[in-house]
């Protein structure tokens, strides 16, 4: 078999697989990119504590990951050098044409493996940034130090959005903007878009009436998701719809903090924490809005599932989201972080809930999971290509 016609090794490298978009998107690349054309890997790291674990969506799609357990673990300049080190021999090992990481601490330690070991091509896709709200200014000005490093030794940065790439370049200057290509995210989302609205499974559950206003947040419990946000809104709109319910889909560390916030409140009748949910189709039908309240965002793969299932999304503008809503024609953005502007958009779309035809075909045709693959397959032959030359 000759270079040419022999598949193309692909390891994708990811810090760890929990719960979000990441894991998602990463773990359906590596099942769709394979034979003939394609051999594909997955690395990740260990989950850390109270962390929610997708392992088993990524067992479910006949992936088994190669677990690097420090891979999962935040920076740690001594106990990572041991990380690199097992990266650089698994990769040595494995002999990849390209290794495509993903978000930062992966990032990091996969680059300067894979450039150690000579990997041919080396790209990383941004699937948001650590710089704003996540850190202090001297942590995120070292991370910033370590992209701009790692940025030199990618064949190309991949970002989600225009609006990404315009940050990257512009505002934190990572690397030029010819060097970053935007490829929006590739879900399968063909189970959201069968699922009929309104179709019931969720709120019996939950036991909440057919008729009562439901309000939900999708994700995990930590601190960039602004949930104080969410709860203090849920206040606002109950003082116009007593008969709302709200319910908080996920976990995570904040969900104390959280629970206190509610009962100091007064909000324990009406608002739901249901923890994991793996089966999503049925909640994004049942819910009336679908709640974005976060301090920064990437792309959020919750917004793209909900669209898809025809569930009207109300959002900070922070981001990858304006983007993402097509800067408010699929979506109802609020410019502030405030608990009144958020309720007052809750109660808006309940009263007049958009058509969701629009955004439901918007989400499939550019977020579909073959449209990425095909763009990828274009974009590894190119720069091997580029690189025999």
Not at 88 to 100: A, E, F, G, M, S
Not at 144 to 158: K, V
Not at 185 to 199: I, Y
Request: glycine share 10%.
């Amino acid at each position: 078999m000759t270079e040419q016609t022999r598949p193309i090794r692909i390891m994708n490298v990811i810090a760890r697989l929990n719960i979000g978009g990441p894991a998602v998107a990463v773990t359906l690349l590596t099942e769709r990119m394979g034979a003939p054309d394609f051999e594909s890997v997955l690395v990740c790291g260990s989950i850390e504590p109270g962390e929610g674990d997708m392992t088993y969506y990524a067992l479910q799609k006949g992936i088994e990951p190669i677990v690097i357990p420090e891979l999962g673990r935040s920076l740690n300049p001594i106990r990572d050098l041991r990380t690199l080190w097992k990266m650089y021999q698994l990769i040595r090992t494995w002999k990849p044409d390209v290794v495509h990481t993903h978000a930062a601490k992966a990032g990091f330690v996969g680059r300067v493996a894979a450039r150690l070991a000579g990997v041919p091509v080396i790209i990383h896709t941004f699937h948001g940034h650590v710089f704003r709200g996540y850190f202090s200014p001297s942590k995120t000005r070292f991370f910033l130090m370590l992209e701009r490093l790692t940025a030199r030794m990618s064949d190309t940065i991949i970002t989600l959005s225009d609006g990404l790439r315009r940050e990257l370049a512009e505002d934190y200057r990572i690397t030029r903007k010819g060097r970053i290509t935007v490829l929006p995210l590739g879900l399968d989302l063909e189970s959201f878009r069968m699922t009929a609205r309104k179709s019931g499974g969720f709120r019996e559950k939950w036991k909440v009436a057919e008729d009562a206003p439901l309000i939900g947040l999708v994700g995990r419990l930590t601190p960039i998701k602004n949930h104080r946000l969410f709860v203090e809104a849920a206040a606002e709109v109950l003082k116009q719809r007593p008969n709302a319910r709200f319910a908080i889909v996920g976990d995570g560390e904040l969900r104390e903090e959280i629970e206190g916030l509610v009962d100091r409140i007064g909000l324990r009748e009406a608002m739901i924490f249901t923890g994991w949910e793996r089966d999503l189709p049925p909640v994004y039908s049942d819910l009336d809005v679908l709640v974005i309240s976060s301090i920064n965002e990437g792309t959020p793969v919750t917004v793209i599932e909900g669209l898809a299932a025809g569930c009207p999304v109300v959002a900070t503008a922070v981001g990858g989201v304006p983007d993402l809503l097509d800067q408010g024609e699929l979506g109802r953005l609020v410019e502030e972080q405030s608990a009144t502007a958020l309720g007052t958009a809750i109660l808006e779309t309940l009263a007049n809930p958009p058509d969701p035809q629009l955004a439901q075909q918007r989400m499939i045709d550019r977020y579909g999971i073959d449209r990425l693959v095909t763009d990828l397959s274009g974009l590894y032959r190119g720069l091997l290509a580029k690189k025999r030359r």
